[in-house]
C-alpha cells in the first residue's frame, strides 16, 4: 500500500492517470504547489486526512472505487472535483474550505454516504455540489459564513435501488436518516432542483434554517414519520424540538413565497404542538386544548377548505331542522333513525372526513345536527313522487329555506322565543368561524 504520510512536496505534484490498486495515505501530506489528481484512478480506499492543499489541487475525473477521507484537510486554494465518481463514502469532516470548492459529481457515482460535517468555512469560501446522488448526505456542525454554498441537482436515491450484489453486505438502518443536519447554523445555504423525496427519514435537530433557500425542491410525502420522525415521537422536550424544527422549514419556504409545503410544515408544526398540549393537565390549559381542538376540527388548522364547507352545510340544515316543532322534532328523529336511507352515506362520509378518536364529541354534534336537517328535508320527501310542479316548487321552497337560515343577519327579524334565539346566536358564531376558515383556508392555497 503506497504511503505518502508527513510528505512534503514543494513543486508541482503529479500523480494523473496513476492507478492506486491499494489503498493509499496521504496522511498530513503538505502540497506546496499545484497538486494533480487528474483521472486518477482509487481501487481502494484512500486517505487524505490533516493533508494541507497550499495551492490549486485537481481531481478531474477522478475515480474512487472505496471510501475515500479528506478529514481535517486544509483547502487553501481553488479545489476541481470535476466529474469526480464516488463509489462509496466521501468524507470532508473538520475541512477547512478557504476558497473556491467544485463539485460535479458523474451519474455513475453513489457515495453512500456525502458527509460535509465539522467544515469550516470563511467569507471567501465557495463550495458547490452538483448532480450528487448519494444515499444519505450529513451536515454536522456546519456554521455557514459565506452566501456561495450550493447544491444542485441533488437526491437522495432509495436503498432498494441498489444493485443485489452492492446491497448484499450493507444494512439499509446504516443510510438512515438519509439526510441528517444537526447542530448546524446554514445561513444562506442553497438547495436548488435538489430530490428529497425517495429520503427514508430526514433528522433536522438543533440547526438554525430559516434563511436557508430550498427552490425547485421536491419534499415528497411531507410528515411527521418521515421529518423528524424520533422527536416528534420522544419525550414533550424533543417534540419541542421537532415544532421548532417544523416552523423554520415553514418560515423559509414563506420567505420563498412556497406557500403551498410550507402549509404542509405549518400543519405539521401543529400536530407537535398538539402532542405536547396532551401532555397538559386540562386544570390549567383548558382554553388552549378547546381552541386547539376546535381549529383543528374545523379545518385541520386551515389546510383544508373543504371541511369547513362541509360543516356549514352540515350545521345549517341542522338549524332549519331545529326550526322544527320540538316534540314532532324528537318523535321524527326515533321514526328516521333506523329506517332513514339517507343517513347512512351521510355518517359514512363524516365518518372519512373526521375519523380521529380525539374529534368523537364534535363529530357526534355533527351527526345530530345532519340528522335534523334530513328531517327537515323529509317534510318535502313526498312530493317527489307528486308531478314535477311539486316538487321542484318544494325544493325551489328548500334551497330558499336554506339561504335564508344561512344569512345570519335576518335570523332576528321574526318573532322568537328567547331559547330559540339564543340558539339562532350559537349558530351565528359557527358560522361566521367556519366561514373564515374556508377563506383562510382557500387564500393559503392559492395566495401569490
Same mark, same amino acid.
Given at each position: 500500500m503506497p504511503v505518502f504520510e508527513g510528505a512534503v512536496f514543494k513543486g508541482y505534484s503529479f500523480f494523473g492517470n496513476v492507478v492506486f490498486h491499494k489503498g493509499v495515505l496521504f496522511n498530513g501530506v503538505e502540497f506546496c504547489d499545484v497538486?494533480? *489528481?487528474?483521472?486518477?484512478v482509487f481501487e481502494n480506499h484512500a486517505v487524505f486526512e490533516e493533508a494541507v492543499f497550499k495551492n490549486e489541487a485537481t481531481f478531474w475525473k477522478a475515480r474512487f472505487h472505496k471510501g475515500v477521507s479528506f478529514e481535517s484537510v486544509t483547502f487553501k486554494d481553488e479545489i476541481d472535483f470535476a466529474e469526480i465518481t464516488f463509489k462509496e463514502e466521501a468524507v470532508f469532516r473538520k475541512a477547512d474550505f478557504k476558497n473556491r470548492v467544485y463539485f460535479k459529481v458523474t451519474n455513475e457515482s453513489l457515495p453512500f454516504v456525502f458527509n460535509l460535517s465539522g467544515i469550516k468555512l470563511s467569507k471567501?469560501?465557495?463550495?458547490?455540489?452538483?448532480?450528487?446522488?448519494?444515499?444519505?448526505?450529513?451536515?454536522?456542525n456546519v456554521n455557514n459564513t459565506t452566501d456561495n454554498f450550493l447544491f444542485f441537482d441533488m437526491k437522495i436515491e432509495k436503498f432498494k435501488d441498489l444493485e443485489e450484489n452492492r446491497r448484499r453486505n450493507l444494512r439499509r438502518e446504516n443510510y438512515l436518516p438519509n439526510i441528517e443536519i444537526k447542530s448546524s447554523?446554514?445561513?444562506?445555504?442553497?438547495?436548488?432542483?435538489?430530490?428529497?423525496?425517495?429520503?427514508e427519514q430526514i433528522k433536522i435537530e438543533n440547526s438554525s434554517l430559516t434563511e436557508t433557500e430550498f427552490i425547485n425542491v421536491d419534499w415528497g410525502g411531507i410528515s411527521e414519520k418521515r421529518i423528524c420522525p424520533k422527536l416528534f415521537e420522544g419525550s414533550p422536550e424533543e417534540v419541542e424540538k421537532a415544532r421548532d424544527v417544523y416552523r423554520q422549514l415553514k418560515l423559509a419556504l414563506d420567505n420563498q413565497k412556497d406557500h403551498i409545503n410550507a402549509n404542509e410544515f405549518y400543519s405539521l408544526e401543529m400536530k407537535a404542538y398538539e402532542r405536547v398540549l396532551q401532555e397538559k393537565p386540562w386544570r390549567t390549559h383548558f382554553q388552549k386544548k378547546l381552541v386547539f381542538s376546535i381549529h383543528k376540527f374545523a379545518?385541520? *388548522? +386551515?389546510?383544508?377548505?373543504?371541511?369547513?364547507?362541509?360543516?356549514?352545510?352540515?350545521?345549517?340544515? +341542522?338549524?332549519? +331542522?331545529?326550526?322544527l316543532d320540538f316534540k314532532s322534532f324528537v318523535d321524527k328523529c326515533f321514526y328516521f333513525l333506523i329506517p332513514y336511507p339517507l343517513i347512512v352515506p351521510s355518517l359514512s362520509l363524516l365518518l372519512l372526513i373526521f375519523k380521529k378518536r380525539e374529534n368523537l364529541l364534535l363529530w357526534g354534534i355533527s351527526v345530530i345536527f345532519a340528522l335534523s336537517g334530513f328531517i327537515a328535508f323529509n317534510e318535502a320527501l313526498?312530493?317527489? !313522487? !307528486?308531478?314535477?310542479?311539486?316538487?321542484?316548487?318544494?325544493?325551489?321552497?328548500?334551497?330558499?329555506? *336554506?339561504?335564508?337560515?344561512?344569512?345570519?343577519?335576518?335570523? *332576528?327579524?321574526?318573532?322568537?322565543?328567547i331559547n330559540i334565539k339564543f340558539l339562532h346566536t350559537l349558530y351565528s358564531i359557527a358560522i361566521a368561524f367556519l366561514t373564515y376558515q374556508m377563506?383562510?383556508?382557500?387564500?393559503?392555497?392559492?395566495?401569490r
Open positions: 497538486a494533480d *489528481f487528474r483521472e486518477t471567501s469560501s465557495y463550495i458547490e455540489v452538483r448532480n450528487l446522488r448519494t444515499l444519505k448526505l450529513a451536515l454536522n447554523i446554514l445561513n444562506n445555504m442553497k438547495f436548488i432542483n435538489c430530490d428529497f423525496s425517495e429520503a379545518s385541520n *388548522f +386551515g389546510q383544508s377548505w373543504l371541511r369547513p364547507l362541509i360543516l356549514l352545510i352540515l350545521l345549517t340544515i +341542522g338549524e332549519m +331542522g331545529a326550526q313526498p312530493c317527489i !313522487s !307528486s308531478p314535477p310542479d311539486n316538487w321542484q316548487l318544494t325544493l325551489k321552497i328548500l334551497l330558499e329555506n *336554506f339561504a335564508e337560515t344561512l344569512n345570519i343577519f335576518s335570523l *332576528f327579524r321574526n318573532n322568537q322565543v377563506i383562510v383556508a382557500i387564500r393559503r392555497q392559492v395566495r
